[in-house]
């Protein structure tokens, strides 16, 4: 047998491999060219960008928990003027898709950054309406019908890019929010965001986090990803990008089972930069070893017992 | 500069005071390309998070690196169960070490708090005689290193804060006194109000002064933002990266 097409395509846009670097976790696709390059990769999703740059929460910013970690950086970055000048021309020059990250207060932030991006080469548009970490905007958006519809129509408008909504784990029923992008024109939507969480020292009874909670993410949020994933699928009909605690190919491929077409590593990367590699291959030899030919052929065909 | 990330063999453990061991790896590599403040990130079994610790010393010649840190809870736990003869898995070397002229106009001193005494042993050598170290440990049980650093002919001053040997106190009277017969330059690690400390009496001084920081970190490379610290460089207020644009600053551009 010939090797298998490990290629996918999200809302019209062709990745090589379906492992996307996790918004927040790989900067701008600067940092670990060191140790390969950058077109390993199916795809980067980006920094999340905001119209101004931010400056981020006090730290510390980052606690470890039983199989993951809290964090709250709180969507730190150079803003989005910044993100085109310097960042978009460097990535644009290697072969990996470019997603762009965007998160705002309001939502006047949300369709500017987005108009901004209209112009450039960015390949796909990723909207944060789950970052448990900002005071203003963020999450507030995604844990509502009404905030997701209004963040996505005003980002639908403003630009003809695909757009992928990243959707939070924080809500009563995430498939409401789903079924809310989609009727607003989202091309593809992309979850989990991490779930919030807390640690405190026991010694000086301080929440481990200057910001008092943060964002739960790694292995420990994985089952709870894999769940939403698989119902977000039987809800809508957009394309999945699944995260949420990938650290192996094995997960890779379940979460592509339940739903997912591509999926995006992000604290695995932390332990372990060349995870996303081991996982692009660790799928291909899966294929192989079942004789698939493709792997868009194993998306959503988990056998779910009646 | 660049960084490697993989496997290499512990050659030697050494059980310093309490719960600090001392690790050489050979690594020739990372020996080649390491700088004095640099920092690696070693990978705890069972842990999310590698742990950033410090480089002790590096003998590019032999290849070798020689990491010291104390066991602090469950992932430091974890990595000193390894022997000689076992692999560590690091990233290293990481982050931007301290400037150090090759021809300083003066005596250079060195200050290092607790487990911050560790990352300044390479300073000393390089200067020896023309390096004065002034080390604050908590008590004598918990000194370490003195033997490495009088060996590398640099005056050495101890002080503990119980006066169970040498000085009693912190390391500012001890510097503050130093500081009076001129200084090429201070170069400190160690707990936050030490070098806090260190850069007032340096400034007043009008020596250059250089700091090591520590922050809770997840990547170590500078992708994830997480271990910030705002600095004031070139009049403006900046947050950046302990991994990546530090460890090491200038002690006057940060906002302790």
Redesign the interface.
Known sequence: MSRPDISVDICGVRLKNPVIAAS????FG???T??YPLERLGGISC?GTTLQPK???????????P???L?S?GL??PGVEHFIKTDLPRLKKQDVAVIANIAGAGIEDYAETAARLDETDVDIIEVNISCPNVKQGGATWGVTCAGAESVTKAVRNATKKPIMIKLTPNVTDITEIARAVEAQGADAVSLINTLLGMRIDINTRRP?LHNNVGGLS??AVFPVAVRMVWQVHNAIKLPIVGMGGISSAADAVEMMLAGASAVQIG????????VPIKVSQGIERYLSDNGIAKVSDIVGQVRPWE | M????GSYPIIEKKALAGQIYSYTLLCPQIAENAHIGQFVQI?AEG????RPISICQTDKEKGTLRLVFEVRGG?TDKISQLGAGDMMDI?APLGHGFTLSDAPNGKVIVVGGGIGVPPMLDIAKKYGENCTAILGFRSFDRIILDKDYFATGARTVLCTDDGSVGIKGTLAAPLKEELKSGAAAVYACGPVPMLKAAAEEARLAGVPCEVSLE????????????????VIRDGKKQ?LRVC?DGPVFKGDEVVF
């Open positions: 927040g976790t790989y900067g600067e940092e670990y060191d140790l920094k400056d981020g929460n006090i730290p510390p910013r980052i606690a470890e928990t199989s993951g970690i964090n950086v730190q970055n481990i790694g292995p604290t695995a990367i932390f332990n372990d930069p060349y | 660049s960084y490697f990330c990978k842990y999310m998070l590698r992932g990233i922050q809770r970190m997840g990547c170590g490379v500078g992708a994830c933002v997480v271990c910030a610290c705002t947050v990546k």
